[in-house]
């Protein structure tokens, strides 16, 4: 079982802001999202939650580039499995 980092968004942060959070790689593109007890609710809204199986792109996000970094790629959760599969068969 490889567990590796991600990106996963949070909703109503008024700005683009994600959470970095543990995942279970499923495959190249597909990972389960874990850090369960990380979550709460009352405090922050995940656009993913632990749990579910969400595909991963890689992104350049400039904001967590520290100043006079290059530009660095970064694993965020893009999507669900199921919206993906959904996708593919149209």
């Known amino acids: 079982m490889f567990i590796e980092e ?3 968004e949070l909703l109503g942060e008024g ?3 994600y959470r970095p959070v543990k995942a279970q790689k499923i495959n ?5 999202i874990l850090n369960v007890d990380l ?11 632990p749990g579910q199986i969400v595909e991963v792109g890689e992104q ?5 580039t520290r100043f ?8 965020v959760a ?13």
Do not use: C, H, M
């Open 28 to 32: 190249e593109s597909l990972y389960k």
């Open 15 to 17: 700005s683009p802001t």
């Open 68 to 75: 006079g970094e290059a530009a660095k790629k970064f694993k």
């Open 39 to 49: 979550y709460d609710r009352d405090i922050e809204t995940w656009r993913f939650e």
């Open 60 to 64: 350049i996000l400039k904001e967590y």
């Open 6 to 8: 991600i990106l996963v």
């Open 78 to 90: 893009i999507r669900t499995r199921q919206d993906a599969e959904k996708e593919n068969d149209t």
